[in-house]
């Protein structure tokens, strides 16, 4: 078996590490990467742009007297938790898109993107936002979007590479439930519910790297890097307090890992097919990664060390653990 990774899903609570490491991961040399990691250079898929772009909608349209449409105010959680899978049918089509190598020039890319979102929502069963939307209203919006669409759009583009050979597909979410729930965690919330969502194609590829915190440190995380001025940044967002504990209270990895009838993996089932990713967790418990928000050149030999070294040893299990599931479960 191919020790090469396809496809990685990098999985935590919020604040946890993922874009830090994310981040270092693609500053190693590809070389470095293959030899002790077993990934090829990364092509990195993310939900969060996405997660942004809705508030800046919501945002918007409450500025002009409305309701938002998919956040009731800034500081609360999805109006329709629906929108969990939302997300991973946006990811689904970005993944398409890199593997076609299918790029998009719509002359306005904010109207692009309202239909995209649209076109998701339905997939999970939730009503439609700008189809019925009053055609001044959603023009106004495409307006005063256009710019924060037309950078998230080029983004999107130019991470789409010539071919995979030898690439990895990274593909980050976080997912999980409110404080003090009871597990399992209920549709649409938590790692089980969007996983099941994920295309086909992606699960037969993919294996799982979750960076461990607890929901305590995840919440601790999340306040030091929160930059008030910089809300669309994916290493220096914040998730607001009502969502960290109706959202991310917990999640639900250690009991898909502990449920699954195979062990060092998870049990996911769509379609009538059943796929058993192999997972392996990296414990940043005590911090590795936040460092890494620091400018490059800031990085202390020290740091860098711990970590590619603590990576290392979570790709050698999860690697482990790919070779001991048979390819027919994936």
Not at 28 to 45: M, N, S
Not at 68 to 88: E, K, M, N, Q, V
Request: proline share 7%; charged share 30%; with cysteine.
């Amino acid at each position: 078996m191919s020790r090469h990774l396809d496809v990685l899903l990098l999985l935590a609570l919020p604040a946890s590490g993922k874009s830090e490491a994310r981040t270092f991961i693609a500053s190693l040399d590809p070389a470095e990467c293959e030899r002790d990691l077993g990934i090829g250079e990364t092509v990195q898929l993310d939900d969060f742009p996405y997660v942004h772009l809705m508030r800046r909608v919501s945002d918007e349209l409450t500025a002009r007297g409305h309701e938002g449409a998919f956040f009731l105010s800034p500081a609360l959680p999805f109006r329709d938790p629906r929108d969990w899978g939302t997300l991973i049918e946006l990811l689904n089509e970005d993944y398409h898109d890199v593997v076609a190598r299918e790029h998009h020039a719509p002359e306005n890319a904010a109207q692009w993107l309202f239909s995209r979102l649209d076109r998701a929502r339905d997939l999970v069963g939730a009503p439609l936002i700008f189809q019925g939307m009053d055609l001044e209203l959603r023009a106004e919006l495409a307006r005063a979007l256009e710019d924060e669409c037309r950078d998230l759009l080029e983004k999107k583009n130019a991470a789409i590479p010539g071919s995979l050979d030898g690439k990895t597909v990274v593909i980050e979410f976080a997912r999980g439930g409110a404080d003090g729930s009871p597990l399992p965690l209920p549709a649409p919330y938590g790692y089980r519910h969007s996983l099941s969502r994920l295309a086909p194609e992606i699960l037969d590829r993919a294996a799982i790297l979750y960076i461990w915190v607890t929901p305590e440190d995840s919440r601790r995380k999340n306040d030091e890097r929160t930059d008030p001025d910089d809300p669309g940044s994916i290493l220096n967002h914040g998730v607001p307090n009502a969502v960290m504990y109706g959202d991310y209270g917990c999640d639900d990895m250690a009991w898909l890992l502990e449920t699954s009838d195979r062990p060092h993996t998870v049990r996911v089932e769509r379609d009538g097919r059943t796929w058993h990713l192999p997972v392996a967790r990296f414990d940043n418990r005590e911090d590795l990664t936040t460092f890494v928000r620091d400018d490059r050149g800031q990085w202390s030999p020290a740091d860098t060390d711990r970590l590619r070294q603590g990576l290392a040893g979570a790709f050698a299990e999860l690697h482990a653990a790919r070779e001991a599931t048979d390819p027919a479960d994936r």
